[in-house]
Structures are given as structure tokens and as C-alpha cells.
Antibody, heavy 121, light 112 residues
């Protein structure tokens, strides 16, 4: 059974960067796709982008292009999401999720527990 | 890449049925049979409830069902129970070759 465990909460200054990790256990990491989704306080879910570790290919939502970098380390079964030029509006809980897109269907399952990133001066 | 449109809130009494709609465009909901639904309780991560419009993962009660017509998908919960009170989000693939993902704004379900 696949489990995703994320790194702990972060407090960052405006203009800085944050890097959140997502460690997978169970299954074969290199065959996953990992997506990142964020949720601002009291708001809805927002897809940021994904990485396909076996290919080393990432693609990003237009809104985050140029500011987000998603990477994966197959040796440690860990995916990373780095967001730069942080502003107060980036305060949110950031989730990683395994994205399944194959003959069995398309879905996000499971999800990590979430990482709160607070941007404040 | 605009968010899908959901009602902000719906409510129902225990035992009743409620339906949550999710409206998109021909570039997302209407273009692919890849609509999924997620339940989120306060302070918790989202949980998959429905995928590929109407498929139910193992462990999800059959009280939950999904459908789609044109650019609008729907989640129906029958036999409402107190534990169903949560936020619900729809999700669809979008763009060329399903390269992007878009979520709905979320619907708060209140069990009266």
C-alpha cells in the first residue's frame, strides 16, 4: 500500500524560497506520477504541477510557471516541490498526491498529510 | 485554466439524498471522462471518493455515485449520514493530451 509522508511546517520570509519533500513507501516509486496541490486557508484545492520520476519530466500549471520546480530522487523515493519568490498569498497547505493515469483510470490517490507553509515578514 | 464551478454549499437531513454539481467546459469536464471527486474533513487531506466519472474505489460506500452530462458532472450521496458532512471537490483533466488538472471551488455539505 502506497503511503506519502511530507516534511514539516515551514515559516518563510517574503521573497524567499521553500522546498517541501514527499517520501513514498510501498509500490514502485519510479512508476508513479506525483502531483502537488495546494490549499490556501479557507480556500479550495489548486493543482500546481506534476513529475514523472521514471522520465524525469515535470509540467506545471500556467499560474506557477517560472516559480515552481518539481523534482524527484528515485534513490530515496522522494519528490520535492520548490516554490520561489514567496509572497503572503502563497501561505497554504501543500499536498503531494500520487497521480494514477493508466488503463485503470485517472485519479489522485493517496495523498500526503500536507505541509503548512506560512509566508510572513 | 479556470476552476470548475461548484455550489458553495448544500445540505440535507440524515437518510436523504443530495447532489453536488460541477460545471466546466468542453476543454475539461466535457472533453474527458476523467472527473474525480474528493471528500475533505476539516484539517485532513482529501480522500478519493469517485474517479473516471462514476467508478468507486474499494472501501467507498455505494451511497456515493457519480455521473456526467455534457460539461457538468455530479456527485450524488444517498442515505446521508452525519459523517458525510465535509467539503467535496470535483477534479478534471484539461488541456491538450490531458496535460493539466483543474479542481472545483469546493462544496460544503451540511447534514442537518
Amino acid at each position: 500500500q502506497v503511503q506519502l509522508v511530507q516534511s514539516g511546517a515551514e515559516v518563510k520570509k517574503p521573497g524567499s524560497s521553500v522546498k517541501v519533500s514527499c517520501k513514498a513507501s510501498g509500490g514502485t516509486f519510479s512508476s508513479y506520477t506525483i502531483s502537488w496541490v495546494r490549499q490556501a486557508p479557507g480556500q479550495g484545492l489548486e493543482w500546481m504541477g506534476r513529475i514523472i520520476p521514471i522520465l524525469g519530466i515535470a509540467n506545471y500549471a500556467q499560474k506557477f510557471q517560472g516559480r515552481v520546480t518539481i523534482t524527484a530522487d528515485k534513490s530515496t523515493s522522494t519528490a520535492y516541490m520548490e516554490l520561489s519568490s514567496l509572497r503572503s498569498e502563497d501561505t497554504a497547505v501543500y499536498y503531494c498526491a500520487r497521480e494514477i493515469y493508466d488503463s485503470s483510470g485517472a485519479r489522485f490517490d493517496p495523498w500526503g498529510q500536507g505541509t503548512l507553509v506560512t509566508v510572513s515578514s | 485554466q479556470s476552476a470548475l464551478t461548484q455550489p458553495r454549499s448544500v445540505s440535507g437531513s440524515p437518510g436523504q439524498s443530495v447532489t453536488i454539481s460541477c460545471t466546466g467546459t468542453s476543454s475539461d469536464v466535457g472533453g474527458y471522462n476523467y472527473v474525480s471527486w474528493y471528500q475533505q474533513h476539516p484539517g485532513k487531506a482529501p480522500k478519493l471518493m469517485i474517479y473516471d466519472v462514476s467508478k468507486r474505489p474499494s472501501g467507498v460506500p455505494d451511497r456515493f455515485s457519480g455521473s456526467k452530462s455534457g460539461n457538468t458532472a455530479s456527485l450524488t450521496i444517498s442515505g446521508l449520514q452525519a459523517e458525510d458532512e465535509a467539503d467535496y471537490y470535483c477534479c478534471s483533466y484539461a488541456g491538450s493530451y490531458t496535460s493539466y488538472v483543474v479542481f472545483g471551488g469546493g462544496t460544503k455539505l451540511t447534514v442537518l
